[in-house]
């Protein structure tokens, strides 16, 4: 797929979908998330949270985060010296390289304090493993909630539908590991 440089994610996404000829009721059922919620995706309303962007790589069975590299020279010089991804209350960086046998994905999440998560409870295919570097953090895995302190962390099954909030009054910092298959 030839990606145009200055298409957004959500360009991209669609323009994918529609050459696959995918309708976006499908890409939901297939990823579990809501029509709404993706077509706000596409529309560039909102930015695609990891959870998101790995459910939709397993479906459209590409790399995703290709998808989301701009391939301006401006845009790659930014991203070396900060690639963070803004969204609704939390923040993530990329810690290790995208590719299409990597399973393995690190990212150092951050969570303004006080906020809980809005929206639909994200999931994807693989593990995930979190760890506090600073803050505390509540988290959600289907039915059960774990309130975790600087210094704890907790693995579990990423395809559960999954939240995370930041319930103190200092942003939460953390080690996100996830393993896709």
Not at 30 to 41: A, H, Q
């Amino acid at each position: 797929m030839i990606k145009k440089v200055d298409e957004s994610f959500g360009d991209r996404i669609r323009r994918l979908r529609e050459a696959k000829g995918i309708s976006l009721e499908v890409v939901s059922h297939d990823t579990g998330y809501p029509v709404n919620f993706l077509k706000e995706i596409e529309d560039g309303k909102k930015a695609p949270p990891v959870a998101v962007v790995l459910q939709l790589g397993r479906v459209f069975k590409i790399d995703m985060d290709q998808l989301q590299e701009n391939r301006d020279k401006e845009a790659s010089r930014r991203r070396q010296t900060s690639h963070k991804k803004r969204v609704a209350s939390y923040a993530y960086v990329p810690l290790t390289r995208p590719g299409e046998e990597k399973h393995l994905r690190a990212y150092r999440v951050t969570i303004d304090p006080q906020t809980d998560h809005k929206g639909v409870e994200y999931h994807h295919e693989g593990e995930e493993f979190v760890y506090v570097l600073r803050g505390g953090l509540t988290i959600s895995v289907g039915q059960n909630t774990s309130t975790l302190k600087k210094g704890e962390c907790i693995n579990f099954d990423s395809s559960l539908p999954h939240k995370l909030s930041n319930p103190t009054h200092e942003k939460a910092e953390l080690l996100v590991v996830i393993y896709v298959p």
